[in-house]
DNA sequence: ATTGAATGAATGATTATTCATTCAACAGTT
DNA sequence: AACTGTTGAATGAATAATCATTCATTCAAT
């Protein structure tokens, strides 16, 4: 049976289950079953449970860095770009529930005790922010007083817990643009610079 | 043998086993022997494993909120609040790195028991930020158009990412009290009102 | 006839949990 | 003070259940 990609379809089962039941209440014989495929053909494909996650991981959130490197560079100063990296983030958050589920909960996680894997597309992740900061602070719209490397995770970690509220609760009173909208209004006028904040053309709305 | 309090015994073994191991690769072995009993005692103070993780968090997360209720009290406007409560919030994990592991990584980030277990505790810390936020709109101190509810999360999520590359990462680049003190200047900067920043006694420092 | 992708039942390891047994502490009795 | 019975906390070896992984076999395609 020559058919479609069973990589591809094992790791769309994955994130299925990974994000139902979480990494170890997932039962590889359950994803073989989503990916309508037997038990073993899973191992033809992955090296085995923990890869499938890596796997998953790297391939999935790498295409996310790729998107939003782009989605950034739409707009030319920094401070709209970290209002765009929040309204973007929100929105693959909100386009991807379970996506989102199983990198914000799970990858980070279990990657704790996956001693070996360095997880490198989350860090690049963070350091696109870092790069907008940075760049703010040379073009005199962000305070130099403010460590990128501690912003970085400031704006990523506040997203981030919206993103698991979002994606957990069952509610969802707020909608998730509000939410982007507030959090990267709220991040620029902490940041912007004393001069920024006389001269930079604003309409706060 | 009359001896010292087992249950507490159980439970700060198994803050070092869950921190060291993580819950799913921790065995109820490992955290008999690092608290000096045998397998069996653990299951006359815990119905099971899973109710080590609940009872450690029911009890510990509860005496942290009990003392960050009193630690913001000492403030008496509601951006001083703030900025107490991040510079609480890293000192307790810097102080208590394997706890804060636990409640960082472990609990909050297990969908199986964000999701089964309603964590009051947790809930209960969130709100300390939304009332200081709600206090701070009485008072004309913080912006009204944000969301009470959308800013206990991007506070709480910007520290608690902070908290995870402290107790995660072995290098320790940024002081924790610094990253308090840019992390709540930013928040507060972004939060007060147009009014306030005006009249506000304000020694940026 | 040959190949190798796919199968899924069987295997082997791992571990949470149980429970028959031990033993220290105390109370009552002589 | 010595002996005996009772209690229930503590033990840890044995159990039972769960699953990740394997591999002998099948079978579709060429």
Redesign the pocket.
Known sequence: ???VN?HQKIIKAAVKVFAEKGF???????I?KEA??????????F?????ILISLFEEEFGKLVENMRKEINKEKDALQKIKRFAVSHLSFVAKQQQLAEVFGVEVRQSSKFMKEYVNKPFIEYLNLIRSVVIEGQEAGLIRKDLTPGIMKRAVFGALDEMSRYWVLSSKKKHSVDEAALQISDVFIWGMMSEEARKNYPWSNG
Chains 1, 2 share one sequence.
């Not at 170890?24 to 359950?30: H, I, L, Q, T």
């Not at 309508?36 to 494909?45: C, F, S």
Request: net charge neutral; hydrophobic share 30%; no cysteine.
């Open positions: 049976m020559k058919e069973k170890y209440n997932a039962r590889v014989s359950e073989a309508n495929v037997a038990d073993g053909t899973i191992y033809l494909y090296k085995n449970k923990d890869d």
